[in-house]
């Protein structure tokens, strides 16, 4: 299918920490047809995230944080996810290692790229780069936790990947981008790949 895409007008919502935009766009139709639509946009940036993994203690490092949209919708409000963060420009493996080390305390010893993901390619134009990495399990290089002029207030969680997989499963892990980390992990373990 060519990507005909004309975007029509651009309206301004809200511009704060991210922009929210009002979008009138025309488009083909499968059918060879157009059609004029208009979609509301959030753009806030793209982000990395990074699962850490210890292979010998098949332990993983997660995080547990505040996130007010859960709770708006009627879910808990402190969420267990991968760390991960904006790219704020850098590269996506830098920008990784750096979340890796302000939100958990440990710096990846390794890391593999998994995949690119949109996080909701209905309305916002986030794409997260998802990294495995690899840690040794008492070798924090800090105290993780997040940075406070942020208003991150992380809790840093040590468990095994059975029981994060079982969490998945039971839905106490509901976080997208950890859910499919999750899931390439066990895939790239059960295929015999290395971490």
């Known amino acids: 299918m060519t990507d005909r895409v004309t975007i029509l007008s651009t309206t301004p919502l809200a511009h704060g920490w991210g922009k929210l935009d009002r979008y009138e766009v025309d488009h083909a139709r499968r059918d060879g047809t157009r059609q004029t639509v208009q979609r509301e946009v959030y753009d806030h940036g793209s982000a990395a995230a990074v699962l850490l993994y210890a292979p010998a203690t098949h332990t993983l490092i997660l995080t547990r944080q505040f996130r007010l949209p859960a709770h708006l919708n009627g879910d808990p409000a402190w969420l267990i996810e991968a760390p991960a963060g904006l790219t704020d420009g850098e590269d996506i493996e830098i920008a990784a290692r750096r979340e890796a080390v302000e939100e958990t305390g440990y710096e990846p010893e390794s890391m593999i790229f998994l995949f690119d993901a949109y996080m909701s390619p209905g309305s916002l134009t986030e794409k997260c780069a998802c990294f495995l990495g690899r840690y040794t399990p008492g070798r924090q290089v800090s105290a993780g936790g997040g940075l406070t002029e942020e208003g991150e207030d992380i809790e840093v969680l ?38």
């Open 158 to 195: 040590e468990l095994g990947l059975d029981e994060a997989l079982a969490m998945v499963g039971s839905g106490m892990i509901s976080d997208a981008k950890t859910i499919m980390m999750l899931q390439a992990l066990a895939l790239r373990l059960a295929a015999g790949d290395g971490v």
